[in-house]
């Protein structure tokens, strides 16, 4: 079965106050129970603010490590789920349970070469 990617989008700044945030984390909780229910779960995982990346390069043999995201935006990869779906329309309908969820946009990529787990 093929493996997908669903990428959270998230503004730069701070996190929203906890009254907007503890509902979204519980409706997030809810999509997150029905893809491990439906078998579709291969993990997930929310990443700490785009200031605390590093970037590694190799640059003339050498390789280079720098502060801060690859690319600056003003949205960055807040977290990410990848779950196994028959097809696209599948990976689909969850992206669109996650974007439900917790109003963000959700990005839907099939992984190209290997799998997850």
């Known amino acids: 079965m ?3 990617l669903l990428s959270i989008y ?3 700044g701070d996190a929203p106050p906890p009254e907007v945030l503890e509902p ?9 129970a029905e893809i ?3 078998g579709a ?3 997930s995982g929310g990443l700490y603010p785009p200031s605390t990346a590093t970037v590694v390069r190799l640059k003339d043999s050498e390789l280079l490590t720098t502060d801060g ?28 349970k996650l974007a ?7 990005e839907v990529r099939p992984l ?5 787990g």
């Open 24 to 32: 979204i984390m519980r409706d997030l909780e809810v999509v997150n």
């Open 100 to 106: 439900r969820a917790i109003t963000l946009p959700i």
């Open 69 to 96: 995201p690859y690319i600056e935006g003003k949205e960055h990869i807040g977290g990410f789920t990848v779950i196994q779906a028959p097809d696209l329309d599948a990976a689909l309908e969850w992206g669109g």
């Open 41 to 43: 779960w291969v993990f």
């Open 36 to 38: 491990r229910a439906a």
């Open 112 to 116: 190209q070469y290997g799998t997850c």
């Open 10 to 12: 998230q503004p730069d």
């Open 2 to 4: 093929q493996q997908y």
